[in-house]
């Protein structure tokens, strides 16, 4: 199993102004599975990939990454797991813009030392980049800045993509392109997708479905063969 989530729980504040966003959710996700995390504002689905991602600490529980609990790691350790195990891909692209299209893409495999351009090069025009790599970020369309963020992120060979919102800002046939070309290109890499959305459309192309409710886990779903 990539992936272990064991009673996670957060707490903001101290005492009398704490506040509870999470409370003891627990899911696993295989190598190369799929998991949508759903769930109304508030309930806590953000937080969970922030906590994953090691950007926040959680106040009980652990995170299982092939086996290593990295909730315990400081955080230069959690920069090494972002950089060579976790990637990550936002509703806001967070592209550089003054570096090109192909900067952008070769960005972080270079700071894991995975830069292989033949690979970022396959990436671009598997993602319908290839006519663009000299542009800069201003000069593309939203979904195109898009395809640029995940084409970044798969550069780097993560074995596991946390994907908060990736289409939240798109109209609904560029969203679907775009998820079509993620699962895709992921699947390919043999990378596993843990994906926070608010569409039900979309959370039915995944492996598993998991919705969040008051920071509890309140539906766990299998909608695919090969899921968990």
Do not use: C
Request: proline share 3%; no cysteine; charged share 20%.
């Amino acid at each position: 199993m990539l992936l272990q989530v064991r009673q996670l729980s957060k707490t903001y504040g101290q005492e009398a102004m704490a506040q509870q966003v999470l409370r003891d959710v627990t899911f696993d996700l295989q190598a190369g599975g799929t998991l949508a995390l759903e769930g109304e504002s508030g309930s806590g689905k953000s937080t969970v990939l922030h906590l994953i991602a090691g950007l926040d600490k959680p106040s009980g529980g652990q995170i299982l990454l092939d086996g290593r609990d990295i909730t315990v790691l400081g955080d230069a350790e959690s920069a090494e797991v972002r950089r060579g195990t976790v990637g990550l891909v936002f509703q806001q692209f967070n592209l550089i813009p003054s570096l090109t299209v192909a900067a952008n893409i070769a960005f972080h495999a270079r700071l894991s030392q995975k830069h292989d351009p033949e690979h970022a090069e396959y990436l671009a025009h598997k993602l319908g980049l290839g006519d663009h790599l000299q542009k800069y970020p201003e000069a593309l369309s939203g979904g195109q800045q898009q395809r640029v963020a995940i084409a970044r992120t798969l550069a780097a060979v993560p074995r596991l993509i946390l994907a908060d919102e990736p289409t939240g800002n798109l109209d609904e046939a560029s969203a679907d392109r775009v998820l079509d070309l993620l699962l895709e290109t992921a699947s390919e890499a043999g990378s596993a997708v843990l994906m926070v959305t608010h569409s039900a459309r979309q959370a039915a192309r995944m492996g598993n479905r998991l919705t969040l409710s008051a920071g509890q886990t309140v539906v766990r779903e299998r909608l695919k063969a090969g899921g968990t």
